[in-house]
């Protein structure tokens, strides 16, 4: 490979293309301006291969599968590797610090300008770079060239590259740096954190010249009783504290967490449940820790192995030397030479990459199945779980989520290490949720298949699976033992009554080829045979007892069958472990470390889920469940009236029961906070109740701290929240017009909820061209092909925009100020009536329960409509049958007015530009 100075600066001599939801856009290469039909631009997209951004929301507008296509996103991707752009035209060329665009025609003229400005960045930074740098990215752009990229031409002018190239800069795992190990931390200490000295630290931490909140301040003071020690064991010093949106809560407790981490040497783990809070705590951070250096050592965000890259994975990839894969390897390369911390989800990895390029391309290279075989691994010492699980160890805050906490403190410990003695939890109003997530089980055919996945790796169409086996895993080590290689050999050959591959059709045919085949037709034949409504598109479920013929049986047989695959496997781990202790002075630190993750790894993926399987079948059996803590039911999960899952399901009824017990009593302190703890019942003992009982405080010995802190907002001042009483929601063209009406109304700044995704998609399908037509750009999760995270930060910079979503995007919405100014809700949001919400329902207070749950949601999404003193907000409900006793959901003062669509229509555009 050779330069050749200086760098050239060449744009492909194509048309471009912007796609808006009626109508397109095309800039063709005489410079002129041609406005299309959606079916005209489709056409001309197939012929010209256009330059666009984000090919496929574009062809999916265009009703196209695919076209040929110059995405400036792909460019993007390379010349800014882990750096986070809108995936729309306005949002790259603001992202390159152009004019902003105010039409489509603006947007494609700027998407020639920001491609050119990308590549003279590129030539720019490249000549700047150290030699090794320059090199790797010389050599990656000539291997995705050289397998025909789009870019490559232009790219390679830009970096002046001539002749052939070498493409060793894909061996990017080459030039990671390692992580290396440190002597084992001390164990914590327990000097307090007093009232006075939480107080300090936020006064602190906001300097001189911030504003000061007395709430925040009293927050602070409150929340500090969590990080008092402990009088006895299994009574940890517990605060529920609810802080009213516009305290300042995350400042307030991180305040206390990082004065009793500094005091007593070990870390504070705060556990959220959204990846938006996650990444709102690590900007806050930075006012705590202003050198980067200093907050990448007493700061680490901590996920499941799920949500990193496997650089093996990634290594296979490049191995195979496939074309088709060349430009995602490439892009893949880029990103993991500069990405901080290897995080795919949430982290720096931009979510749009992956609809670009293929998940299975992109997120596929994380493990999703446990397949880590961890020291056996040649990249186990620049890993970067393992990189994040040793700082985690040594930081100050540790910043998680809720579901790793449960999971990995239900199996003993945090990754194998001491288990943290304080946590914040905070939107502490879903670890109801969270709980029953992690403490439930399920025998289906998806959670069966894995497991065999697992442990026999790919059965069919290998070459393009990396899923490797436990005998691969495994095979350096089962000659430690005597036992072992008999033991392995026994429990593969078991594992084959485990689904096989093609098992959905041979269950839906009634053709089952296996133990556990079996199991699941019956159970399908159950639920259809018991289900009404079995015409549905949606899922089905049924009670386990009565059984119709055979289901015993069948259970009895595939507990069997369970128990030939656990019993060879309790074998090989404890062979291993025992070679451990007889020969602890002659195995060297990589072998030990690779028996204790392989025999870790069996323990959390086999053993543990099977022993629950095989208890819900010995129940099954008996005839009546062995505990009333239980609710056990048949499904068949279905996606637009396809079967897509058959199994039996078993939750606690009430699972902070297990939460408290595996996370909350071996603490020595616990917050649970968020702005939503409290029900809304207006009686403030049985509001409190709640609290405790959907956070588990309620199982310990002694009371929890409660704690208070009003909302600085005038919400009487600042929102308006109505009831509309003429609009059918059942007749969606009623429900449509609605949403149109008022987005309008409000010229976008809208969040239009729903409860159901089919009621979105026919709301969407008939308001976007009016508001085409009116200029106001409409969003919709379950539509676009985007992610939900990445349409929340479209929403969030685009001002007067409009986003359709599900709960999803109701928990996940953070958009202060005027990009989000009205929320319509299209009905009251009741919980499901279903099997597991029957059971509860009886057991937590009837009636009373559905009304707290409701509550509950609306508060979250009315909390969604004023971030900050100066944001103003209209709340709507499509909903004539919204019940009184609901009101409370609303801050006091609000008057809940029950008005007609043209008043409402009327009251909001006027609130609304009044407020402007």
Not at 19 to 27: E, H, S, T
Not at 177 to 197: F, T, Y
Not at 237 to 253: C, I, N, Q, S, W
Not at 823 to 838: A, Q
Request: aromatic letters at 6%.
């Amino acid at each position: 490979m050779s330069s050749s100075p200086p760098p050239r600066i060449i744009l492909p001599h194509i048309p471009a293309l912007v796609v808006g939801v009626k109508g397109a856009v095309l800039l063709d290469t005489d410079g002129e301006f041609h406005r299309l039909s959606l079916v005209e631009a489709a056409r001309r997209a197939r012929d010209a291969g256009p330059l666009v951004c984000h090919a496929p929301a574009v062809a999916g507008r265009l009703k196209l599968e695919h076209f040929p296509a110059l995405d400036i996103l792909e460019l993007y991707a390379f010349v800014r590797p882990a750096r986070f752009c809108l995936p729309t035209p306005k949002g790259v060329v603001e992202a390159m610090g152009l004019v902003r665009p105010t039409d489509m025609e603006d947007e494609a003229e700027g998407l020639f300008r920001a491609a050119r400005k990308l590549l003279e960045e590129l030539a720019e930074r490249t000549g700047a770079d150290t030699a090794v740098r320059a090199a790797d990215t010389r050599s990656i752009a000539w291997a995705m060239a050289r397998a025909g990229w789009s870019w490559g031409t232009a790219v390679l002018a830009a970096l002046g590259v001539q002749g052939d190239g070498k493409v060793n800069g894909l061996r990017v795992w080459e030039r990671l740096p390692e992580w290396s190990e440190h002597a084992p931390e001390p164990p914590p200490g327990n000097i307090p954190v007093e009232a006075e000295e939480a107080r300090k630290r936020l006064a602190d931490i906001l300097g001189a010249g911030s504003e000061q909140r007395p709430s925040q301040a009293d927050y602070a003071s409150a929340v500090a009783g969590a990080f008092q020690p402990r009088e006895r064991a299994g009574e940890p010093r517990m605060v529920l504290a609810e802080a009213g949106t516009g305290t300042g809560k995350t400042l307030g407790y991180i305040a206390p967490a990082s004065l009793w981490a500094e005091k007593n040497g070990a870390p504070v783990w705060i556990s959220t449940h959204t990846r938006n809070l996650q990444r709102q705590l690590d900007a806050e951070l930075d006012r705590l820790f202003k050198d980067p250096a200093e907050k990448a050592r007493k700061v680490v965000v901590r996920k499941g192995r799920e949500n990193y890259v496997c650089l093996l994975n990634y290594e296979e990839q490049v191995m195979r030397n496939r074309p088709q894969e060349a430009v995602s390897t490439g892009l893949m390369a880029r990103w993991l030479l500069n990405t901080r911390d290897g995080d795919m989800v949430g982290g720096d990895f931009p979510g749009w990459l992956g609809d670009l390029l293929g998940r299975p391309r992109t997120l596929g290279l994380a493990d999703r199945r446990g397949e880590c075989i961890f020291s056996g691994c040649p990249h186990f010492h620049k890993c970067f779980i393992e990189k994040a699980v040793r700082r985690a160890r040594r930081a100050d805050i540790v910043v998680a989520n809720h579901a790793l906490v449960m999971i990995q403190a239900a199996m003993g410990g945090i990754d194998d290490s001491t288990q943290p003695t304080r946590y914040v939890f905070d939107e502490g109003h879903h670890v109801f949720d969270a709980a029953d997530g992690a403490f439930s089980a399920h025998l289906t055919g998806m959670e069966a298949t894995e497991m065999r996945r697992w442990l026999l790796g790919a059965e069919s169409d290998s070459t393009r699976s990396r899923a490797r086996g436990l005998k691969r895993r495994a095979e350096e080590l089962v000659g430690l033992a005597e036992e072992a290689p008999a033991a392995l050999d026994a429990a593969l050959h078991a594992a084959t009554a485990l689904p096989a591959p093609g098992w959905q059709n041979r269950v839906t045919d009634g053709a089952p080829g296996n133990a556990t085949e079996i199991f699941l037709s019956l159970l399908r034949q159950q639920v259809y045979a018991r289900t009404q409504g079995a015409d549905s598109p949606y899922s089905l479920e049924t009670e386990c007892r009565p059984t119709v013929d055979g289901v015993l049986d069948a259970a009895a047989d595939l507990a069997n069958a369970l128990g030939k695959i656990g019993a060879p496997l309790l074998v090989l781990a404890r062979s291993l472990e025992k070679k451990l202790d007889d020969e602890a002075a002659e195995l060297d630190t990589a072998t030990r470390s690779r028996i204790e993750g392989l025999t870790r790894s069996i323990e959390r993926r086999v053993l543990i889920p099977l022993a629950g399987w095989k208890s819900m079948l010995e129940e099954l059996q008996a005839g009546a469940p062995t505990s009333s803590q239980f609710v056990d039911w048949f499904s068949v999960d279905r996606i637009e009236g396809r079967d897509i899952d058959v199994g039996m399901h078993r939750h606690w009824i009430d699972p902070t029961i297990p939460f408290a017990k595996t996370v909350i009593e071996p603490a020595h302190g616990v917050l649970v906070t968020s702005a939503t703890l409290r029900d809304g019942s207006g009686a403030n003992e049985s509001d409190w109740f709640a609290a405790e009982r959907r956070t588990g405080a309620i199982h310990l010995p002694t009371p929890s701290l409660r704690a208070a802190v009003p909302s600085p907002f005038d919400y009487p001042a600042q929102t308006r929240v109505m009831v509309v009483t003429d609009v059918r929601k059942d007749d969606m063209n009623q429900v449509a017009a609605a949403y149109r009406e008022l987005f309008l109304a409000s010229h976008g700044g809208a969040l239009g909820l729903f409860t159901a995704i089919s009621r979105l998609k026919a709301v969407h399908q008939r308001i976007g061209g009016p508001l085409d037509d009116a200029g106001v750009a409409l969003l919709a999760q379950h539509v676009d092909n985007l992610d939900t995270s990445t349409l929340i930060d479209i929403f969030r910079a685009e001002e007067d925009s409009c986003l359709l979503g599900t709960d999803a995007v109701r928990d996940g919405v953070d958009v202060p100020g005027q990009s989000l100014r009205l929320i319509v809700f299209d009905r009251v949001p009741w919980p499901r009536p279903d099997i597991l919400h029957k059971a509860r329902k009886a057991a937590f207070g009837g009636k009373a329960y559905d009304d707290m749950i409701t509550r509950l949601r609306l508060k979250q999404a009315f909390g969604r409509l004023v971030r900050r003193a100066g944001d103003h907000g209209v709340f709507v409900l499509l909903d004539p049958m919204m019940p009184s006793r609901l009101f409370g959901a609303f801050p006091d003062g609000v008057e809940v007015q029950k008005v007609g669509l043209a008043e409402a229509v009327a009251v909001t555009r006027e609130f609304l530009t009044t407020a402007r």
